[in-house]
T-cell receptor, first 115, second 113 residues
Framework: NAGVTQTPKFQVLKTGQSMTLQCAQD?????MYWYRQDPGMGLRLIYY???????DKGEVPNGYNVSRLNKREFSLRLESAAPSQTSVYFC??????????????FGPGTRLTVT | QKEVEQNSGPLSVPEGAIASLNCTYS??????FFWYRQYSGKSPELIMS????GDKEDGRFTAQLNKASQYVSLLIRDSQPSDSATYLC?????????????FGKGTRLSVIA
């Protein structure tokens, strides 16, 4: 099993450009999450999907959109990138918030720089 | 706002010593507690989970939970330079439906050879 995979690993964007970060898991997990991590700020939740067909905002959703494409895939879109979105983005998954299994497993991350 | 607090460190310990990492949380209704290890430039990796008061041991790691004091800790025995990393505490509240884990900002541990 690959676990949680993310593409791309690195990306440089110019201000105003758009892009989609891809995340997939092969653990048959129901819940998926997107975080950003900045120095001194810890992990901050952007959006999450408790189950296929549902998405909810986290702590810092502004400037982002998400799509739960199917049970395996959860994408994060930046419509108009800003320098403040320069960060490391992590996708994570868990078996199921509704099933009492809360351990989250993380992907390797995407390092995004917006110039 | 539910909060999880950790000392940012760095916590420096000599090789072979016990490293003690601490975490406090604000929501008394919290039920599930996790410790993650994050090496520089890598993603967080789950190392321990604990749900009941008391100690839980896994190899060189021991998690300790005291719900009355709203305190969870991680002890690392016989610390090795390879344990040098940032350790994140994560907490889930009871009855919060689909609310995900709340993470602390992490404590940076440095094990000196």
């Amino acid at each position: 099993n690959a676990g949680v995979t993310q593409t791309p690993k690195f990306q440089v964007l110019k201000t105003g450009q758009s892009m989609t970060l891809q995340c997939a898991q092969d653990m048959n997990h129901n819940s998926m999450y997107w975080y950003r991590q900045d120095p001194g700020m810890g992990l901050r939740l952007i959006y999450y999907s408790a189950s296929e067909g549902t998405t909810d905002k986290g702590e810092v959703p502004n400037g982002y959109n998400v799509s739960r494409l199917n049970k395996r895939e959860f994408s994060l879109r930046l419509e108009s990138a800003a320098p403040s979105q320069t960060s490391v983005y992590f996708c994570a998954s868990s078996l199921g918030l509704s099933q009492g299994a809360y351990e989250q497993y993380f992907g390797p991350g995407t390092r995004l720089t917006v110039t | 706002q539910k909060e999880v607090e950790q000392n940012s460190g760095p916590l420096s310990v000599p090789e072979g010593a016990i490293a003690s990492l601490n975490c406090t949380y604000s929501d008394r209704g919290s039920q599930s507690f996790f410790w993650y290890r994050q090496y520089s430039g890598k993603s967080p990796e789950l190392i321990m989970s604990i749900y009941s008061n008391g100690d839980k041991e896994d190899g060189r790691f021991t998690a300790q939970l005291n719900k009355a004091s709203q305190y969870v800790s991680l002890l690392i025995r016989d610390s090795q330079p390879s344990d040098s990393a940032t350790y994140l505490c994560a907490v889930r509240s009871r009855g919060s439906g689909n609310t995900p884990l709340v993470f602390g900002k992490g404590t940076r541990l440095s094990v000196i050879a």
